[in-house]
């Protein structure tokens, strides 16, 4: 049996390891072909490019720095050029700085916003002039947070980004909806990555967390991929301009400790 994306290709900004690393490897199992996006480690776009292929898949990889528009626009096209298409675009590419909001330097502050807003925004802005030009429907998956909506004091620059991402989905989800292009959020609560090591590490932080999580655990980057592959296939053909929050229930349950 076909998967649900046989024929589709997908680009994954940041999807040599966590939770894009997954996305990339799901699409592929559900037929997509896929671009492995990286900014610093080729070694771990390579390692999802052959988990991909050694599954059956397909895959390659392209550096590219969401923060250069330039990057961007080549991602996109790298994707046209070397498999045929771009029907998917996943938004996944992010960082964060903690300080004291009145610590917080211009930097610091450009480097956020430039690469969780700036970065989402312009290469979503490439993926959609090509499909423009090529008059065809396509689908925006941005990586969001639950913090696109709830409070995480000493993360304003992060904060402010993922609000962004999430009124600029609200704003495109209606402009673009004519093209026959969807735009969607998945808001991960506290996922299981690499990134969140020290964390899972650490009694003292992470059982505080946990107490938080209604489901009492944290969630798997093969979750928010099971969620990101219904919002690329024709299963969501009809959802737009929505977030879909992935957290065990920790938005309806966070309190400050």
């Known amino acids: 049996m076909a998967g649900r994306l046989e024929d589709k290709v997908a680009v994954i900004t940041g999807s040599g390891s966590?939770?894009?690393?997954?996305?990339?490897?799901?699409?592929?199992?559900?037929?997509?072909?896929?671009?492995?996006?990286?900014?610093?480690?080729?070694?771990?776009a390579q390692g999802t490019v052959d988990k991909i292929v050694?599954?059956?898949?397909?895959?390659?990889?392209?550096?590219?720095?969401?923060?250069?528009?330039?990057?961007c626009n080549n991602l996109i096209e790298q994707a046209w050029?070397?498999?045929?298409?771009?029907?998917?675009?996943?938004?996944?590419?992010?960082?964060?700085?903690?300080?004291?909001?009145?610590?917080?330097?211009?930097?610091?502050?450009?480097?956020?916003?430039?690469?969780?807003?700036?970065g989402v925004f312009f290469l979503t802005q490439a993926f959609v002039r090509r499909l423009r030009a090529a008059n065809k429907p396509g689908r925006v998956i941005n990586i969001s947070s639950v913090h696109e909506d709830m409070v995480f004091p000493h993360f304003s620059t992060y904060c402010a980004s993922k609000g962004g991402i999430r009124m600029l989905m609200r704003d495109l989800a209606?402009?673009?909806?004519?093209?026959?292009?969807?735009?969607?959020?998945?808001?991960?609560?506290?996922?299981?990555?690499?990134?969140?090591?020290?964390?899972?590490?650490?009694?003292?932080?992470?059982?505080?967390l946990l107490a938080n999580i209604p489901l009492g655990r944290l969630g798997k980057p093969e979750e928010v991929a099971g969620l990101a592959?219904?919002?690329?296939?024709d299963d969501a053909a009809y959802v737009t301009g929505s977030t879909y929050v992935i957290d065990g229930g920790l938005m309806r349950n966070y309190k400050e400790q």
């Open 54 to 71: 050694a599954a059956g898949g397909k895959a390659v990889m392209v550096q590219a720095d969401v923060a250069s528009i330039a990057d």
């Open 174 to 208: 209606v402009e673009l909806g004519p093209l026959g292009i969807t735009v969607n959020d998945i808001a991960p609560g506290a996922i299981a990555t690499p990134i969140n090591t020290a964390l899972l590490n650490d009694p003292s932080k992470l059982n505080p």
């Open 229 to 233: 592959a219904f919002l690329a296939s």
């Open 81 to 118: 050029q070397q498999l045929g298409s771009c029907d998917i675009l996943v938004n996944n590419a992010g960082i964060e700085k903690r300080a004291d909001f009145w610590d917080v330097t211009e930097a610091d502050y450009d480097a956020v916003l430039t690469v969780n807003l700036k």
């Open 18 to 44: 966590g939770i894009g690393q997954s996305i990339a490897e799901r699409l592929a199992q559900e037929g997509a072909g896929c671009v492995v996006d990286y900014r610093d480690h080729p070694e771990q």
